[in-house]
């Protein structure tokens, strides 16, 4: 159960890495084909404020990282914890705020994270 509970972490870390890397490397290449029902010329000016959101996403990476790397318990388990609800919180926002899909993409895989967590 353990080695299950740090793949679905390192799964949605990487996710995360590789939204920072679309929000902020491609979003003027790759965005438009991906956003389909966004303006294609809103894309230019909106690229600072997806680099902005591709930051928040490489730190929720990054924690979830940490999480994995830390050696003593409880706190890896702590640490994980606060990153995936993190997660959780951005996925639910993001679901209500922008589309549904985010729910499925994002809260979704963190809440069978933090379930599994639990159940070690």
Request: charged share 10%; proline share 4%.
């Amino acid at each position: 159960m353990h080695i299950i509970t740090q793949i679905f972490i390192g799964f949605i870390a990487f996710l995360h890495l590789y939204i920072l890397w679309f929000e902020m490397f491609a979003w003027t290449s790759r965005g438009p084909k991906i956003f389909k029902s966004f303006p294609k010329d809103l894309f230019e000016p909106t690229k600072s404020m997806a680099a902005n959101q591709g930051l928040y996403n490489g730190f929720l990476s990054a924690g979830l990282v940490w999480s994995l790397l830390i050696n003593t318990t409880p706190w890896n388990i702590y640490i994980a914890i606060f990153f995936l609800s993190c997660v959780i919180v951005a996925g639910i926002f993001g679901a209500v705020t922008a589309s549904k899909k985010i729910l499925y993409v994002q809260a979704v895989p963190a809440i069978i994270a933090l379930v599994l967590l639990h159940l070690l």
